[in-house]
């Protein structure tokens, strides 16, 4: 049985794939291997739609609105704010990961947005004070790798943590 939301962001990660084929075929088709980069896109959708709600669970502004960029990828940024009039008043990009260096590439990448992260990252970030234009995202992404793993894993044994460790 897969969770709504990890089906949720699956068909928000991959809306055209979404449409060919079920999540459940896809993980019983797929090795290990090739489901890396696919599950951490499922991972990273799951934690761009949890804190849209947590934004919009009376955490901004009255009047005030987070909403998904429309293309799962578009360039730059990820969440928007919008503001009573509709219009975007600050985008955000989202990083559910692990690694330091991902947030730091992507705050290099484009200085005048804002990236929200998981709690784990965010306070190393803070540990080395190099936590500027950076949000604590309130989630966990120890919390996010378990979800989608035992979503998907049929009893197997994934490990989510790609990319470089936390602290180079």
Known sequence: ???????????????????QQSLSDIINSRSETELSGFI?????????QRYI???NDG????????????????????IAILD????IDQVLQAK???????????????????VVTTEEVYSHLTMHGIAENVIDSGISNEELNMLVESSISSGESWDLNFGPPILP
């Open 96 to 114: 559910a990961t692990s690694s330091l260096d991902y947030v730091q590439e992507a705050l290099s990448r484009y200085p005048e947005v804002q």
């Open 40 to 48: 951490n896109g499922i991972k990273g959708k799951l934690f761009e």
């Open 84 to 87: 009573e009039n509709g219009q």
């Open 53 to 55: 709600e947590y934004l």
């Open 59 to 78: 955490n901004l502004p009255d009047g005030y609105q987070a909403v998904l960029a429309e293309s799962p990828t578009n360039p730059g940024w990820d």
């Open 1 to 19: 049985h897969i969770p709504r939301e990890v089906q949720d962001a699956y068909e928000a990660a991959y809306p055209n794939l979404a449409r």
